[in-house]
């Protein structure tokens, strides 16, 4: 069956480094890939989406790498800071019409 | 939050009780959805609606049904409800015109059921 997987331990880091957040996947030949943020009691707010043949993608200090022989994507958010802590989930194509979430990733940038 | 409302926002029952929650939306999609999260288990796909009257089951539907009469809402019933149904339910719309996996999906704010 088709299985994603992040990383269940929470990610801490100091303010201002680089976190870097993976997804892996099995059984998997998604076309697409994409990473949404969580803050508590909210629901998942989109990030980026990358395709296939986008092996890198950026928005603001947000990266995103695909690397679909290892099948695994890199989340990076470079100057991390303070606003930056939540939980990353990474999504991918479920039936055509749905997404399957991965169980996320925590993130907690401390000053 | 893209138009979208859910209600109730919190709700508690009794075991055996029917549930009905209700997402709401402004913009007119197509497509929605119902997921399910727990800790552990993250974010898990109930239903999905691509049209209305147009419904099929996700990963794991049972003991849920969906209605959707009008474009606007979509309808998730608890026929009898279950202690493993507490959990917190969001709803989402998918924006975008073909309707794959490939358009983004917006979120409700989300309803946590408790189920005594």
């Known amino acids: 069956s088709q299985k994603i997987e992040q990383n269940s331990e929470a990610l801490n880091i100091q303010e201002g480094k680089t976190a870097t957040l993976t997804c892996n996947y099995t059984?998997?030949?998604?076309?697409?890939l994409q990473w949404y943020r969580q803050d508590p009691g909210r629901g998942p707010v989109f990030l980026l989406l990358i395709r296939e043949n986008e092996k890198e993608k950026r928005k603001e200090r947000l990266k995103v790498t695909f690397d679909t022989t290892l099948k695994q994507s890199l989340f990076h958010i470079t100057a991390s800071q303070p606003a930056d802590s939540a939980t990353y989930l990474c999504a991918l194509p479920y039936s055509g019409y749905a997404l399957n979430f991965g169980k996320g990733t925590s993130l907690l940038v401390t000053p | 939050d893209a138009g979208i409302t859910q209600s109730p926002r919190h709700k508690v029952t009794e075991t055996g009780t029917p549930v009905t929650l209700r997402c709401h939306q402004t913009e007119n999609h197509r497509y929605m959805y119902w997921y399910r999260q727990d800790p552990g288990h993250g974010l898990r796909l109930i239903h999905y609606?691509?049209?209305?009257?147009?419904?099929d089951k996700g990963e794991v539907s049972d003991g849920y049904s969906v209605s959707r009469s009008k474009t606007e809402d979509f309808l998730l019933t608890l026929e009898s409800a279950t202690s493993s149904q507490t959990s917190v339910y969001f709803c989402?719309?998918?924006?975008?015109?073909?309707?794959?996996?490939?358009?983004?999906?917006?979120f409700g704010p989300g309803t946590r059921l408790t189920v005594l």
């Open positions: 609606s691509y049209g209305v009257k147009d419904t």
């Open positions: 059984n998997y030949s998604p076309a697409y």
């Open positions: 989402a719309i998918s924006v975008g015109t073909s309707g794959s996996s490939t358009d983004t999906q917006y």
